[in-house]
Nanobody
Framework: QVQLVESGGGSVPPGGSLRLSCAAA????????MAWYRQAPGKQRELVAS???????NYADSVKGRFTISRDNAGNTVFLQMNNLKPEDTAVYYC???????????WGQGTQVTVSS
């Protein structure tokens, strides 16, 4: 089973930065997409950014130009650099791994990001 462990969350003022990391362990399919989702209270979970082993990336419009997703395939680690954070970025951020050739996908436990004065 794949285990995903997120870290790097915290509380920052508007305009601040955080760098999230997600370390994957276990039996990890070589072809996969790793992604960051977030869910704020009372809101639907939304895709923030994704990065496939093909290096194709996808970003939510709300974070383009501010967030950058990157990946260390050797270590099966995905990062999310978040700059110029806004209060509306406040959410629990979840790491996701989706194998290309299987329907099952895996989730981390989540890490809280709070942006406030």
């Amino acid at each position: 089973q794949v285990q995903l462990v997120e870290s790097g969350g915290g509380s920052v003022p508007p305009g601040g930065s955080l760098r999230l990391s997600c370390a994957a362990a276990g039996s990890i399919p070589s072809l996969n997409t790793m992604a960051w989702y977030r869910q704020a209270p009372g809101k639907q979970r939304e895709l923030v950014a994704s990065l496939a082993t093909t290096r194709n990336t996808n970003y939510a419009d709300s974070v383009k130009g501010r967030f950058t997703i990157s990946r260390d395939n050797a270590g099966n680690t995905v990062f999310l650099q978040m700059n110029n954070l806004k209060p509306e970025d406040t959410a629990v951020y979840y790491c996701n791994l989706r194998p290309l050739l299987a329907s099952r996908n895996f989730w981390g436990q989540g890490t809280q990001v709070t942006v406030s004065s």
